[in-house]
Nanobody
Framework: QVQLVESGGGLVQTGGSLRLSCAAS????????MGWYRQAPGKQRELVAQITRGGIPNYVNSVKGRFTISRDYAKNTMYLQMNSLKPEDTAVYYC????????????WGQGTLVTVSS
């Protein structure tokens, strides 16, 4: 079973930057679609950014131009570089990995809290 461990969350002021990391327990990027989700207090979990097996990124409109998703194959680690942070970016951020080829497998990390102060 693949395991995902996030790190990099913390408290930052408006306009600041953070980089989140998601370390996978083994090499999975060639067979799993990777993504970052977030859940703010009282809100549903939402997809923030996703990167396909081929390396094509997609972003929710609210973070386009500010966030960048990337992968390091050598380190089995995915990143989310977050710039120009806003208070509305405050949430618990979760790493996600999905294998669509049968059998379907979906894995979540434990989450890391990002707090943006105004």
């Amino acid at each position: 079973q693949v395991q995902l461990v996030e790190s990099g969350g913390g408290l930052v002021q408006t306009g600041g930057s953070l980089r989140l990391s998601c370390a996978a327990s083994r090499s999975i990027f060639s067979i799993y679609v990777m993504g970052w989700y977030r859940q703010a207090p009282g809100k549903q979990r939402e997809l923030v950014a996703q990167i396909t097996r081929g390396g094509i990124p997609n972003y929710v409109n609210s973070v386009k131009g500010r966030f960048t998703i990337s992968r390091d194959y050598a380190k089995n680690t995915m990143y989310l570089q977050m710039n120009s942070l806003k208070p509305e970016d405050t949430a618990v951020y979760y790493c996600n990995a999905v294998k669509y080829d049968p059998p379907y497998v979906e894995v979540w990390g434990q989450g890391t809290l990002v707090t943006v102060s105004s």
